[in-house]
């Protein structure tokens, strides 16, 4: 048995239910295309995983359908055919949805059988790689579903999740008794929350000025499983910001994974911790980071946002970069300092961290030769090629944890909506010295990831991310 769950986008989501769940109250049915994520070992667990991203969602139209009525849908397979030659074609998967508007809440031995079926179809046209998906709407509101990896195997999905401006969890399991220590949060936000922090797998890359206050948020919010990439060690000059870092961390040159390790097993508020000591593109980490369910992009890096911004739009998981602008202007004989936080969230339907001009393709060029080549990089910044490190950024504790705490209210109202329908922000850069947020736009033309929806959800591509080099 495979661990398998379904992510699709909020509008997906809209699209199926109106399509399946009518005024009517008659069964419908709807095809459902979708990439795939293999993940062959998930950090937490060892075990690998597959997860199904929803692209496009087609109607079975009244003319396919050979009979129908409240508790039974039968339509022709003509298209579902046709859709295995686009899907072999576009490298993605067929599936279907159905509904069940005045129950059961399960699959009937119908469903089996028919899938079966289905599933047969998929494996002989597309071999024995085709995953047929199964969505099932009830009527009480329930979505569940599955996945058949041959005519006779199939996997229940644990969860069937939306991202967009609400991130809406349907799950199976039940849930189990939450620690006391979470009571006064349950107050405020309910038990439920709780209960999907403690479900969810949150990847935190960068462990420092605002990764260092996520890491200490999380846990205590009953985050479940934490991954945290970061290759450094703490310095003194890092001592000002960083939480739960010492002087002797310093001296030691211990890692930040292990002043974040320490920290929260100290708290032992029952996170399961993985940690990550090189660089987030690593070839290695392509696992974890595709286990994840949502990322903060916490690091000053180019190159890392740039492969985030990508992995956001390719497998549906959205990420929550997080960036901190402080510059002092020397006017006459005045200092005036300038500070800006900002929190961006990356998935379908947003504005890209390029398009923000946020990421700075020549710098993360830049980086990755420093990484990949250090003496051509050397013999550059001679010449004067590439610019350098630069000198080094101002930093205070109390914007970058301002700046952290911008990202997990963020993380609050996409799971709870507690700032009312319209209140999840894709964009918001608080302006310090004036005392306010605003909410900037993005270029008009949106770029070749966020505006393109062919890439997203589409999952396993070689190179991975569509990456070159
Ligand atoms: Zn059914
Ligand atoms: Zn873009």
Not at 67 to 83: A, M, Y
């Amino acid at each position: 048995m495979t661990r398998a769950d379904l992510t699709l986008q909020g509008s997906h989501l809209d699209a199926l239910a109106s399509t399946l769940l009518r005024a009517d109250r008659m069964e419908h049915a709807a095809y459902v295309l979708y990439g795939v994520s293999h993940i062959g070992s998930d950090p937490f667990t060892q075990e690998p995983r597959i997860r199904l991203m929803v692209r496009e969602v087609i109607p079975v139209t009244e003319d396919e359908i050979t009979s129908s009525g409240f508790d039974h849908i039968s339509w022709k397979t003509d298209k579902f055919v046709k859709l295995l030659a686009r899907a072999e074609r576009e490298g993605v998967q067929v599936g279907i949805a159905h509904s069940h508007p005045g129950g059961p809440t399960h699959f009937s031995d119908q469903d089996d059988a028919n899938e079966a079926e289905l599933a047969r179809l998929a494996f002989n046209r597309n071999g024995t790689g085709a995953l047929t998906a199964s969505l099932l709407f009830c009527g009480d509101g329930s979505v569940l579903g599955r996945v058949w990896s041959s005519p006779d195997t199939f996997d229940d999905f644990t969860t069937i999740s939306t991202i967009g401006p609400r991130w809406k969890r349907f799950s199976r399991r039940a849930s189990d008794e939450l620690d006391q220590a979470f009571d006064r949060q349950s107050l405020a936000l309910g038990q439920e929350f709780t209960a999907i922090m403690r479900s969810l797998r949150f990847g935190v890359v960068g462990g420092g000025g605002t990764g260092s206050p996520i890491l200490q948020q999380l846990p205590r919010m009953g985050a479940g499983f934490i991954g945290v990439f970061d290759p450094d060690t703490v310095e003194d000059t890092n001592l000002n910001r960083l939480y739960g870092a010492t002087r002797a961390d310093a001296d030691d040159h211990r890692k930040k994974i292990e002043v974040a390790r320490r920290e929260i097993s100290e708290m032992a508020l029952g996170t399961r911790l993985e940690t990550f000591d090189g660089w987030v593109g690593t070839e290695q980490y392509q696992d974890a980071l595709k286990s994840m369910d949502v990322i903060f992009g916490c690091t000053d890096d180019h190159d890392g946002r740039a492969l985030l911004n990508r992995l956001a739009y390719y497998y549906h998981i959205p990420v929550i970069d997080l960036g901190l602008a402080l510059r002092v202007a020397e006017q006459d004989t005045e200092r005036r300092l300038e500070a800006e936080g900002r929190v961006t969230i990356l998935e379908p339907g947003s504005a890209c961290l390029l398009c923000r001009r946020i990421v700075n393709p020549s710098i993360a060029a830049e980086e990755a030769l420093r990484r990949n080549d250090p003496s051509e990089y050397e013999r550059r910044k001679k010449e004067a090629y590439v610019r350098g490190e630069g000198n080094p950024a101002p930093a205070v504790i109390s914007f970058t944890t301002s700046v952290a705490t911008m990202a997990i209210e963020e993380l609050i109202q996409r799971l709870t909506g507690f700032r009312g329908p319209d209140g999840s922000v894709s964009n918001r850069v608080r302006k310090f010295t004036r005392i306010e947020d605003v909410r900037p736009g993005a270029m008009l033309q949106p770029c070749r990831i966020c505006g393109q929806s062919h890439i997203h959800g589409l999952g396993d591509t070689k190179p991975f991310l569509g990456r070159v080099g």
